[in-house]
């Protein structure tokens, strides 16, 4: 099932821009992460902000959680050509050994000089 | 260095036949996956395996079956009974006793059936 549900679809941007995606989920959740997938490759883990924090930085990456809306949103500052990928948002609801993520349908960024 | 290979990175099957695609960790990863990728429906969780000789069926388990006999390795097979097995499918693990659930995934293997 999916958990996560992501606005825009897709986003076009010119070069120096930011660049906002917003996350919503369903359930309660231990932490939200954000992963970064290159057209036909494998994902790449980004940031992760915990159920307690409403607010992460990491480079140009800025991400806050709100918890009582159930929504996430991933800001990335003075966008550049090699950040157009998709992005998505996947929720933790336990973890442990095992921890099973459910993915967002994703934001297929496009940055264009 | 580390990682997560996935083999191979394209591969073609026919109606009826089933496929096996490979995935292996050098990690020291207890805890491996297989996920399904269809456009536009993001990652779909088809199993899962905490320790070695022991594994779970995630949310879309049916026409798939995986085995676990060494830490390093999770192969799926995609059998004949998965009805629309066209797919970009990855692997993941994640660390033991991490607190976060930070998946590592490997590059994918895109099927397609004929």
């Known amino acids: 099932s999916q958990q996560g549900e992501e606005d825009p679809q897709a986003l076009s941007i010119q070069e120096g821009e930011n660049a906002t995606m917003n996350c919503s989920y369903k359930t309660s959740i231990n932490n939200l992460q954000w992963y970064r997938q290159n057209s036909g490759r494998g994902l790449v883990h980004l940031i992760l902000i915990r159920s307690n924090e409403r607010e992460k930085h990491s480079g140009r990456l800025r991400v806050t959680l709100d918890t009582s809306k159930k929504s996430s949103s991933l800001l990335i500052t003075a966008s550049r050509a090699a950040d157009t990928a998709s992005y998505f948002c996947?929720?933790?609801?336990?973890?442990?050994?095992?921890?099973?993520?459910?993915f967002g349908t994703g934001t297929r960024l496009q940055v264009t000089l | 260095d580390g990682g997560i290979t996935q083999s191979p990175k394209y591969l073609f099957r026919k109606e009826g036949q089933n496929v096996t695609l490979s995935c292996e960790q050098n990690l020291n990863h207890d805890a491996m996956y297989w996920y399904r990728q269809d456009p536009g429906q993001g990652l779909r969780l088809i199993y899962y395996?905490?320790?070695?000789?022991?594994?779970q069926k995630g949310d879309i388990a049916e026409g798939y079956s995986v085995s676990r006999e060494k830490k390093e390795s999770f192969p799926l097979t995609v059998t004949s009974a998965q009805k629309n097995p066209t797919a970009f499918y990855l692997c993941?693990?994640?660390?033991?006793?991490?607190?976060?659930?930070?998946?590592?995934f490997g590059e994918g293997s895109r099927l397609t059936v004929l």
């Open positions: 993941a693990s994640s660390p033991t006793g991490g607190d976060t659930g930070e998946l590592f």
């Open positions: 996947a929720t933790v609801t336990n973890t442990g050994t095992a921890s099973k993520l459910t």
């Open positions: 395996s905490q320790i070695v000789n022991d594994f």
